[in-house]
């Protein structure tokens, strides 16, 4: 197996999960982990075949929304509007139904790319890999869909060449940095094992930029409200300190990724 991040073969096994999503238990499948001796990046040891996607992205997958998750995601639409243009042409990678892009106004021009069947006028149903462009882009984003890639170097590459002139690159990811990682390792809530196919940090995420890309990563401690809560279900007693470990702990990291020189 090679590393998905730097292409090292040297790696050991730290632990199996179960299959679960979130907070969410799906089956109790045995999934082996992996740790990138080199780099020190996270991965399933999983087969991609064309079972894959419909084993392991059930109908149930994205179940419904709690009520402060609800409203968590709103905050979180609002949140991630601050750092885009006012105006500007926009791909979103991994856009599911498409919530991000019917909340931006009609200055920008969006456009989703999912795997998943849409009706949605603009949702392309297609791999962002394979697909044809036949236009370039202001601001590319992948909010939490760039871990469910087997190859996240060709993707960001792909999407350097899609951007104009000063365009920007948006990436929301785990941190396997964070204390809930250390703490909770295979029960941690942004493990998602199988779909998560690689796990970076903030000491390895460089590996997957490409030359004429500066980048700078901004902490988003508040992105979801409840994941170390739910990280820390087999440690009850650190449970009670919950408000201020997650004041301090860094679950998921935003990559601003630049073409500007």
Known sequence: MNCPLCSSTKNKKIFS????????HLD???IPI????DCGCLYPKISINKKYYKKY?????QSSPSLVES???KFNLFYKKLYLPPKCSL????CGSGQFINSLPPSIKATGIDLSKSNHPHIIQADFIKHKFNQKYDVITFWHSLEHFQHPKKVIAKAQRLLNKDGLILITIPNTDSLAFKVAQNSWFHLDP???????????????IPQGLSYKIVSTPLEF??????????????????PILKFFDTQTMLIKLSSRR
């Open 225 to 242: 409200p409840l994941d170390l809560y739910w990280s820390l279900k087999k440690r009850p007693l650190l449970r009670l300190l919950y």
């Open 91 to 94: 791909l979103d990678v991994g």
């Open 28 to 30: 109790s499948k045995k």
């Open 194 to 208: 199988p779909r998560h196919l690689f796990l970076p940090s903030v000491r390895n995420i460089n590996q997957i």
């Open 34 to 37: 992996f740790k990138c001796l």
């Open 57 to 61: 992205y059930p109908k149930n997958y």
């Open 17 to 24: 999960a179960n299959n679960f999503h979130g907070r969410h």
């Open 71 to 73: 409203i968590w995601l």
